[in-house]
């Protein structure tokens, strides 16, 4: 197997006295849809904000593509990068929210082509092309005038997406991306997700759609307590739980299903 893309090792992240992740170790590879789950609390968006550096790590390190994230090693020290580099490091991810976090005075279009002109430097003109076939993918060819406010939850996000991946992104990182939708609204955004697996996009996945994670991911990933409890191929991990905690999670899970 080729080197990850992205590979994560003994990272670890406090708040105060909280420890919300315990020496996380995690490699996704190209092409690979990697699906983290785990009851509230247990470190999942905690851990794609530290990959996407939006918070600074207390202990570990992280690689994109063999590359050091947020350090760079000074002999035997770890020396922190500036801003300015760690901002090169976070534009080659591209990431997805719980909150859509759309420009509310800019349209649709521009909320897509504002990214790759003016971090990559991108032509207005290829800016558009790609945001044009991407929002066509979305489902949205009819909504590039439209502003934020004038589309629904899911369209917002099927937005959000667009925007993350215009600057053809080496890894996508969704962070619950259907907690903050109608219930109504859901399967529109994972069909998107769905759609973008299926065409080999690499992908680290934070979610609490159980059946979606089996169907969609090639590994799940089962945290608790800020630690990787369990990890392995999806249909393995949900039929053949080898974990206590893991086998009460999916009980839960079931059972509140059934309701």
């Excluded at 080729?2 to 994560?8: H, W």
Aim: proline share 5%.
């Amino acid at each position: 197997m080729s080197d990850p893309v992205l590979s994560v090792r003994g990272l670890k992240k406090v708040y105060g006295d909280h420890v919300a992740l315990d020496g996380v170790d995690l490699d996704v590879h190209a092409g690979e849809v990697v699906a983290v789950i785990g009851p509230s609390g247990s470190g999942k968006s905690t851990l794609a904000r530290c990959v996407h550096q939006l918070e600074t790590i207390d202990d570990g390190a992280m690689y994109l593509d063999g590359e050091l994230l947020g350090h760079v090693r000074s002999g035997d020290r770890l020396r922190t990068l500036p801003e300015k580099a760690i901002a090169a490091q976070r534009r080659r991810m591209g990431m997805v929210f719980q909150q859509f976090n759309l420009f509310p005075h800019r349209t649709v279009l521009q909320n897509v082509t504002d990214p790759p002109m003016l971090v990559h430097r991108t032509s207005k003109i290829d800016a558009e092309r790609r945001a044009t076939e991407l929002l066509e993918k979305m489902g949205l060819a009819e909504k590039l005038a439209a502003f934020p406010r004038q589309l629904s939850g899911g369209q917002q996000q099927r937005v959000a997406i667009a925007r993350a991946m215009a600057t053809r992104p080496r890894i996508m990182l969704f962070d619950e991306p259907t907690s903050a939708l109608d219930p109504e609204l859901v399967d529109e955004v994972l069909r998107v997700i769905r759609d973008l697996a299926t065409a080999g996009l690499t992908m680290l996945l934070v979610t609490h759609e159980m059946a979606f994670a089996r169907d969609v991911a090639d590994r799940v990933v089962f945290m608790a307590a800020g630690r990787v409890v369990e990890t392995g191929p999806a249909a393995t991990l949900f039929d053949a739980p080898q974990t206590p905690r893991l086998r009460e999670f999916l009980a839960r899970y079931t059972a509140g299903a059934a309701k």
